[in-house]
């Protein structure tokens, strides 16, 4: 199968509360990057299930996720939007790339070690092997850009190292059945933009995430323009004045965190935010900034609301999706199986 020379793959994990850091870290591009590339947006569902999901509310958040990316602009004619778990060769992909990823690469991720907590032992086998079907979800599209929040750069680093050691240790197999010097691309990461860590807005150091337990950390896309204001209005911030230049928001992560999110839902740059608001206090800041989060979350939301009320819709959806994404994934595993030695006689002709 040829290789795509421009393609996007991205996902987000079904885990509830979508949030402003998903948005803007991530949704935002997926949509920009459209008109530009061939992409394909995944609802990542077997990832989510490496810590433990209730049923319901699975199905009930993989809707909402794919009711979030068509609410963002993400149209599902035109590019792939399906659910992980629907197309097999993910996981198929995945158990290779463990017997090609090194214990060594995976203890060094510090998402694990985030996730895991102290409680190592007990995180499941799963949890930690993630970033093997991240690798997965990715090359079983050969795809060469993924637009991701800064979270995730270790993880696409590791996509690049398994797709590497992939290319050289089957080097001569992958040139003797005629697919060139290598198989996989090393995909390259887009993460651009003043928001691409978003964090809490009850902690300047710590990830706005979905499963944070204070829902005051984070703005959530079908929050209501209420909820919105007065989350911005309690979000934390330091006694002093913002300042004027980007410079000075050095050591001050909740101030600057909240400059950044204003700068990228207003499309500009911190430094242009500080022109307009440095000097000021906090309070005029909040109130412009929530008018403008409201504003442009608002219809995002009322979008998600509508669509969710039609499951069949979303389902069909995803179905189609799906339909598209094997027939692009299913040639690169038969292609994968084939360089690594595995016998296919159902496949051959
Ligand atoms: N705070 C963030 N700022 C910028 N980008 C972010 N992303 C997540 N949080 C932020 C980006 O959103 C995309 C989807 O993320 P995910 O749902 O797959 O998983 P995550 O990174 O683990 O997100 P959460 O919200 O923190 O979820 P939980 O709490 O379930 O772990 C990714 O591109 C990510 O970089």
């Not at 290789?3 to 509830?16: C, D, K, L, M």
């Not at 991530?26 to 920009?32: D, G, L």
């Not at 992980?84 to 090194?102: G, K, P, T």
Request: aromatic letters at 8%; proline letters at 5%; one cysteine or more.
């Amino acid at each position: 199968m040829k290789a795509p020379t421009h393609r996007v793959f991205s996902g987000v994990q079904p885990t509830g509360n979508l949030h402003l850091g998903n948005y803007l870290g991530a949704i935002t591009r997926f949509v920009t990057l459209q008109d530009e590339f061939e992409c394909i947006y995944c609802v990542v569902d077997l990832h989510a299930v490496t810590v433990w999901q209730d049923p319901a509310d699975l199905a009930r958040t993989t809707r909402e996720v794919t009711a979030a990316f068509i609410a963002c602009g993400i149209d599902p004619k035109k590019h792939i939007v399906f659910n992980q778990s629907q197309v097999v060769q993910h996981a198929e992909l995945a158990w290779l790339f463990n017997c090609i990823a090194r214990m060594g690469w995976l203890n060094r991720m510090t998402q694990f070690k985030e996730k895991a907590g102290k409680h190592k032992e007990n995180a499941s086998v799963g949890l930690f092997a993630y970033p093997n079907l991240m690798a997965a979800d990715i090359l079983a599209y050969r795809a060469t850009h993924v637009p991701v929040g800064e979270d995730q750069k270790q993880h696409l680093e590791l996509t690049r190292d398994i797709a590497q050691k992939f290319n050289i240790d089957y080097a001569k197999s992958i040139d003797s059945h005629g697919f060139g010097e290598t198989y996989f691309p090393l995909p390259e990461p887009l993460i651009q933009g003043p928001a691409t860590r978003v964090m809490s807005l009850r902690d300047g150091t710590k990830k706005m995430s979905k499963s944070d337990p204070s829902d005051y950390s984070r703005i959530n896309l079908t929050d209501d323009a209420d909820a919105v204001a007065l989350k911005v209005r309690k979000a934390k911030t330091d006694p002093e004045p913002l300042p004027s230049e980007a410079e000075g928001l050095a050591k001050r992560p909740e101030a600057e965190n909240l400059v950044g999110i204003y700068a990228a839902l207003a499309d500009t740059t911190k430094e242009e935010i500080l022109r307009q608001f440095g000097g000021g206090q906090f309070s005029a800041f909040k109130q412009a900034l929530a008018d403008l989060a409201v504003e442009r979350l608002g219809p995002i939301g009322a979008e998600m609301n509508r669509l969710v009320k039609d499951p069949a819709y979303i389902d069909q959806v995803l179905h189609d999706g799906a339909e598209k994404a094997r027939l692009i994934a299913g040639p690169v595993l038969h292609d994968v199986k084939t360089i690594m030695g595995f016998v296919q006689p159902r496949l051959l002709k």
